[in-house]
């Protein structure tokens, strides 16, 4: 709730503005003498980063309820487009209604402390419930291609991105400075920057390629670039944003350590992931309703994989 706001929070959010700000300056002058395609394109990616703050600004202040509604409609979102790439032709509009459904009863769930059920009742419900719907359709073309694909898409954006609201349900010992949402800040900001940072260190020196088919641009330039990051932000943020033991202490350092590692290898597999499917049905991006940056699946990607594995992660450490 809004009462869950506190200074740490609002120091935290304001350096984030401070820095898109000092980012913002540094891309208009980086630009100055760019193509103007280029320099639009850039822009474009700057604006949206701009817009997810605010949002996610908004979420974290009223704490559990505002993170459930930001995480919902990136699922629906996300969802429609995943339905988009693999074609619902074959689904049926009850599999639709089955795919779509699952997203207010996950988050509904999460929000009204039902932790332990969400865990378990969305993958063995979808699983049932669409199979039904496929089956009672009639004829089998198309049942396994459709059928799973529309569990994949549910796995994915519905199932595996709710577990970053699902963080704070965390019954940790105390509360991170920042309150509940530092959890999910914490997994939100390493994340991101984890993807930045691969991809500014990969244009820059990036020459070996990782994977050349599923996806080019990855290097193992930028997989180190990466973990640098992931590392150095997860030990300078865990002091604030989490209740892992102090990083001044042998054992506190190496949770915080593996957990920038653990982030960066599950941003890294949710990324490509991504893309595999992508690069099946022969698109780039998800869609072009982020400018700059493509779909709502190209920016949450990496999440729908970190989400769940550091949820459990910490789960193990407390």
């Known amino acids: 709730?809004?009462?869950?706001?506190?200074?740490?929070?609002?120091?935290?959010?304001?350096?984030?503005?401070?820095?898109?700000?000092?980012?913002?300056?540094v891309r208009v002058v980086a630009l100055r003498n760019a193509e103007a395609e280029l320099a639009k394109k850039r822009m474009g990616s700057f604006r949206v980063w701009w817009t997810l703050a605010v949002l996610l600004s908004i979420a974290v202040v009223f704490g559990t309820t505002g993170v459930c509604v930001l995480?919902?409609?990136?699922?629906?979102?996300?969802?429609?487009?995943?339905?988009?790439?693999?074609?619902?032709?074959?689904?049926?509009?009850?599999?639709?209604?089955?795919?779509?459904?699952?997203?207010?009863v996950q988050y509904g769930l999460i929000a009204f402390g039902y932790s332990e059920a969400v865990k378990v009742m969305l993958p063995i419900a979808a699983l049932l419930l669409l199979s039904t719907a496929r089956l009672l359709r009639g004829g089998p073309e198309g049942f396994i291609r459709t059928t799973a694909g529309v569990y994949w898409g549910i796995m994915l954006l519905?199932?595996?991105?709710?577990?970053?609201a699902l963080l704070l349900t965390l019954p940790a010992d105390g509360e991170p400075t920042v309150g509940n949402v530092g959890w999910f800040l914490?997994?939100?900001?390493?994340?991101?920057?984890?993807?930045?940072?691969?991809?500014?260190?990969?244009?820059?020196?990036?020459?070996?390629?990782?994977?050349?088919?599923?996806?080019?641009?990855?290097?193992?330039?930028?997989?180190a670039g990466g973990v640098v990051t992931s590392v150095a932000l997860s030990v300078l943020l865990a002091p604030w944003l989490t209740t892992f033991p102090a990083v001044t202490t042998a054992s506190g350092l190496l949770v915080a350590v593996l957990a920038g590692l653990l982030i960066v290898v599950a941003a890294f597999l949710g990324d490509i992931n991504m893309s595999a499917i992508k690069r099946d049905v022969g698109v780039k991006d998800g869609s072009t309703i982020l400018p700059g940056m493509g779909g709502i699946i190209d920016?949450?990607?990496s999440l729908t994989f970190t989400a769940p594995m550091f949820y459990y992660f910490v789960q193990a450490v407390h």
């Open 1 to 25: 709730m809004m009462g869950d706001i506190n200074n740490s929070l609002l120091c935290l959010l304001g350096a984030t503005f401070i820095t898109l700000c000092s980012g913002t300056v």
């Open 158 to 164: 519905v199932y595996g991105l709710s577990h970053a």
């Open 186 to 223: 914490f997994l939100v900001i390493v994340t991101e920057m984890d993807d930045i940072a691969q991809a500014l260190v990969g244009r820059a020196i990036g020459r070996r390629r990782i994977t050349s088919t599923i996806s080019p641009n990855k290097t193992w330039e930028g997989f």
């Open 71 to 104: 995480m919902l409609v990136a699922s629906v979102l996300g969802l429609r487009e995943f339905l988009n790439l693999i074609g619902t032709q074959h689904v049926g509009a009850a599999g639709i209604a089955v795919a779509f459904v699952t997203v207010p």
């Open 299 to 301: 920016r949450v990607d």
